[in-house]
């Protein structure tokens, strides 16, 4: 079992930053990928960024160049730069963790980022 604890969301204003962060516990060194989704009300939940085992990332075309996806598997914790954000990335942001070998997934319970327009 791998438990997932958000922090870092709040209310920013268009162009600034904000830094999201996952700590993990419990099996966390069955911990493979990561990832961090977001969701809209109303909405499915989306992927922001993963960052696989190997360490390659991939983002979405809408937070290519602004977000940053990053690890610290000596504090399990996960973390989401974003910069130059936008109404549009108002949302619940979700940390995801996939582990091995069984390929169970694991969610943490969301913090809220708004960006006003």
């Known amino acids: 079992q791998v438990q997932l604890v958000e922090s870092g969301g709040d209310l920013v204003q268009p162009g600034g930053s904000l830094r999201l962060s996952c700590t993990a516990s419990g099996d966390s060194r069955s911990i493979a990928a990561m990832a961090w989704y977001r969701q809209y009300p109303g909405k499915q939940r989306e992927s922001v960024a993963v960052?696989?085992?190997?360490?390659?990332?991939n983002y979405a075309d809408s937070v290519e160049g602004r977000f940053t996806i990053s690890r610290d598997s000596t504090k399990n914790a996960l973390y989401l730069q974003m910069n130059s954000l936008k109404p549009e990335d108002t949302a619940v942001y979700y940390c995801?963790?996939?582990?091995?070998?069984?390929?169970?997934?694991?969610w943490g319970k969301g913090t809220l980022v708004t960006v006003p327009s």
């Open positions: 960052l696989s085992n190997g360490g390659s990332t």
């Open positions: 995801n963790a996939r582990t091995l070998p069984h390929g169970m997934v694991y």
